[in-house]
């Protein structure tokens, strides 16, 4: 069965939106997009790389996939690590509001998600890889479906948009099983899902 591992890019105070530009999610009035780039060094590249050649095909919610299908169809470098696996590989986007996914290999589900996931891994080889998609992830954290979190902290703070883990998240635990630093200072965490947390007293 495929590892389902979901990759975000979060600022210090957890925000999530928008980290590739100005004009790549202006929902909520958001004006602060692209806040990743200037971080983009060769050990983040590097990172993301690896991420990608584990890549055995795509999970991703309706607004993420709008995002990528808008950019990466146009990088047609076959030696671009990201845009030859977003290019190929299957993509499922996980929506009931999408009627149409043009992208090449993209199929829309919007049936029984947990039903629908669990059989995407069992038939995927590689992993099962979610990029973004923070509604997404919530629902694949509560429902016990994740594997794997690579969390990409930037050192910078918004004070505003859309974050990963919002009020009303479902209480998951996490082991944490890897960590790196890029030059530019972007702490990128690995962790297992762990179950839900334990609690006590001093």
């Known amino acids: 069965m495929a590892q389902l591992s979901i990759t975000s890019f979060v600022t210090l105070d957890g925000v999530m939106q928008a980290p590739g530009g100005p004009e790549e999610d202006t929902s909520g009035g958001f004006a602060l997009g692209g806040w990743s780039v200037p971080y983009g060094d060769e050990d983040f590249g590097r990172f993301i790389n690896e991420v ?12 993420t996939y709008e995002i990528f299908a808008g950019y990466w169809p146009k ?8 845009a030859s696996k977003l290019n190929s590989l299957p993509k499922y986007v996980a929506s009931t509001k999408l009627e149409m996914a043009d992208w090449e290999n993209s ?3 919007d049936g029984d ?20 998609s923070g509604a997404l992830a919530h629902f694949l954290m509560a429902h016990d479906l994740i ?11 918004l004070g505003t948009g859309r974050k990963l883990f919002a009020s009303g998240a479902v209480p998951t635990a996490f082991r944490h099983t ?9 702490a990128i965490h690995t962790y297992e899902l762990a179950g839900r947390p334990e609690y006590g007293s001093y």
């Not at 947990?114 to 069992?122: I, P, Q, R, S, Y």
């Not at 594997?147 to 703070?157: E, Q, S, W």
């Open 52 to 63: 990608f050649d584990q890549a055995g095909a795509f999970l991703l919610g309706r607004r």
């Open 147 to 157: 594997d794997k979190l690579h969390l990409l902290t930037f050192p910078v703070v």
């Open 113 to 132: 998600l947990v039903k629908e996931v669990t059989a995407l891994k069992e038939r995927t080889d590689g992993e099962l890889q979610v990029h973004g």
């Open 178 to 186: 890897a960590s790196r630093v890029t030059g530019a200072g972007v």
């Open 75 to 82: 990088v047609t470098d076959p030696a671009d690590p990201v």
């Open 107 to 109: 199929t829309i589900i």
